[in-house]
Structures are given as C-alpha cells and as structure tokens.
DNA sequence: GTGGTCTAGACCACG
DNA sequence: GTGGTCTAGACCACT
C-alpha cells in the first residue's frame, strides 16, 4: 500500500495517514481482516514520530475501520461500518463549502457532478 | 446576510467565516459590487475579535473573493474569479478523502451522486 | 495629462498621484512653469478627497517639483532639481530588493538591465 | 546571516524583514532546503514580537521562497520558482517611479543603468 | 472611521 | 518546542 503524505500540507499528518489508510482500504490494497503495519514499522517507514501514527490508528479505530488484537496489531475490520445520519451529515458539512466556491467560481452541477463521479470511480482503482 | 459561527467547532473561526461570506456570495445575500461590514463592525456583531475577522478577509482577497478598496472597504468583486486547474485540484483533493470514506461505508455512487446534487442545488436558496 | 489610480493598491492614493504627477512631468505631458489642476478641482475629477490631492502636492513640492504660487496655484518648477547623494540613495534602496527577488528567481543580469533600459526608454513617451 | 532592520523606517517591519531574508537567499548566507530560525527564536533575537516574524514567514510561502515543513519548521525551498509575468510586471510597477524621478532629475539612461549594474552585481556578495 | 501594524500574552494541536 | 489561533489593546496612516 502506497501511503502519500505531503509534509508541507496544512492537513495533519495523521489526517493525511487515516485518509490513506481508509483510500487503501476502498482500493482493496489491504483487505479485510489482514493487518496493518506495527506502529513502529510505519512510523519508521514514512520517517515520522511513532504518536503520529498511533494517532491515526486510534481515529481508525474510533471510526470503526479497524480493531485492535494483541497478537495481530491492528486490524482492517469494515464488518460493522455503515453510512449513518451522523457520517453523512459530516459529510454534507465538509464538502458544502467546496460546493459553494466552486458554485461562485461559475461551475455548473453538471461540471461539478462529472467530477465528482470521475472521482468516485477512480477510488477503486 | 446571516452569519452562522460555531464556536464549539474544531474548524478555525476565520475559515468558518470565510466559507460563511462564499455561501453568503454563492446566495446573492451580498451582490457584486457591495461593500461587507468593517472589520470592527463585523467583529462586534459575531463577538469575536477584530483580527480574526481580518484574517478572513484577507483569504477571501487573496482567494480573488473581494477587493479592498480604501475609500469603501472590502468589497465584493467576484467578475474576474473562475475555476482554474489549481480550485478544481484544491476542490477534488478536499472531497476525495470524504467520498473514500463513504465508498467504504458501503454509499453507492447514485447516492453520493444524489446527495452532492441536492446540496449544489441548496446553495442559492 | 492622464492620472492613472488604482484604489485598490495598498499604495497609498496621495503617492500614487504624486508618482503620476512626475510621470507627466517626465512625459512633458505638463511643462515647467505650467499649473496644476487646483486641489479641488483634481479631487473631484479623480473622485477622492481633497486632503488627499493636498497631501500630493505637499510632497512634490517638499521634493522640488512644484511650487506654490497665490495666483496660480501649484506650478511646475524643475529648474532647481538635481539628482543628489539622498536620491540616490532612496533609489538603490528603494529597487533593491526588487533586484534581489528577481536575482533568486534566475533573472540575470542582462535581462534586469534590458528591462531597466526599456522601462526608461519607454518613460517620455 | 545578518538582518538589518530599521525600526525608524516607515516601512513596516515584516516587510523589511522578508526583503533581508530574500537578500539572504541571493547571498547565499543560507542555502535552500535550510530552514530558517524558529518565529520565537528570531522574534526574540530581532527584538520584536513573534507575529510580525510570523507575517514576513507566511509572505516568503505566499510567495515561494519557503514551505512550512511539519517537522523542520520552515524551510527554504527556492526549486520551484521563477521570474513570470506577474512577477515582472510587479517589479517594472515597482521601479518606474523611482527612474521617472531619476529621469526629471537629469539622471541619463547610462548612468541610471551603471547604478542598477552594480546593484545587481553586489547582491551576491 | 477605515484598515494596517505592532505588541503582549494565552491556549492548543502537532510532532 | 513548533506554528496556528485567538484575544485585547494600542497607535498610525489614510481618506
């Protein structure tokens, strides 16, 4: 699994690291039940501080992409997750405001709705 | 034009701001060419501090939202700002993490498709 | 004689219109011994105050370009003007650090100075 | 790498601070990929407070001298910039007022390039 | 009265 | 220890 993290973003770099650990996941680079890297190991990997990447393994793990067994570290497990109120709310909220720029920018739906799909279709690739 | 501010929110007051005056543009409850409130006027409406206001207008300037002109202020001036490369680039890196994390919550692309085309159709209302 | 404000440059008005004023006297759009629009009619011809217009002329003649005449109002007077150490001074440190920019940018110094020569050139025109 | 600020100037501080950090960078007192000092840390030995040198620090990103690295603070990163349209067009609008006054002083076109030859050719030192 | 600049000091997220 | 955010309050230049 390619992890892309780009120091100089804005973004935290454990966002970063949650956001490419969940892309991985809906890629099918790592699949369900299989392990991820120890914390040590990635945190190593990606040349950044091991609380970093607990960090993003603990948001999984709240977000319920991923357990955590003492034997196998942690986990993919994506049984139990679902789109509820709650995550599409978040959803609606984060994406709005790149609606509403792009709206003033003079895009139409339709522009704004052909990217979106050709961004939905390029996740499992 | 009403200004909605959370301030329990994890999102900077002044991003909160800026996306605020964009829907606001976005709704035409603000025109080409109007002036906003002062900075000090704004800032005691919402009841924060002055800077934080500036700083949010000084995105919205150097996102090409508004002008500051000396004689009248900030002033809305949206004629010359289209969707460059770099917005669509900003715009798809920003929702591509929400849309990797609704793929894997099982929302198919006709939801997601159904979703963002209500939320671009609330905009000017 | 066409005086070009921008007033939405965070260069104030009054030296705009001063940096104009001397444009014109370079062009000869306006000889020496030649009046100046007054204050009030300037002020009300670009649209702004007259404190403004006043805080112009103030400058140019503090710099020797103009003088003060009870029935003339403000009148070209370049007889007495040279370029001294001060200017000169001033300029180097004013273009400095323009040079210094486009020195990192990779401008060389052949293409800085053909720049140079065609701004001047371009100056009585 | 010596920063030269002049609190008497009516040239705002964190302007005068990013032309001398830009200087710097011509000089060669401080490579790219370097970073700089912390904004405490020079904030503290300049003798003014941590905004201001956070202000010059964000202009120099704004404008591309530096990126701000998570983990090395900021940093100089001169690989991705060059002498465009908009930069050129800014630096000729910066120095035509300077040779317009140089042109009513007398100042020929040989001596006012034989100054900006030896403007250009002492930065590096 | 406007924004721009600067200071001082605080808290927090990040690494 | 780093920068980011926010506050409070001050002075100034500009119009």
Avoid: W
Wanted: aromatic share 6%; glycine share 6%.
């Amino acid at each position: 699994m390619l992890l892309n993290i780009n120091f100089e973003s804005d973004i935290p770099i454990y966002i970063q690291l949650k956001n490419e650990i969940i892309m991985g996941i809906a890629k099918k680079q790592i699949e369900n039940g299989e392990s991820l890297p120890s914390v040590r190991q990635l945190a190593e990997d990606i040349g950044i501080n091991m609380h970093t990447v607990n960090k993003a393994y603990n948001m999984l793990k709240a977000e319920g992409f991923i357990s955590m067994d003492r034997r196998k570290g942690a986990v993919v497990n994506t049984s139990g997750i679902i789109m509820d109120e709650k995550c599409i709310q978040e959803m609606v909220d984060g994406i709005r405001p790149y609606m509403a720029e792009a709206y003033c920018r003079g895009m139409t739906k339709e522009e704004f709705l052909k990217i979106a799909e050709e961004i939905y279709e390029d996740i499992p690739k």
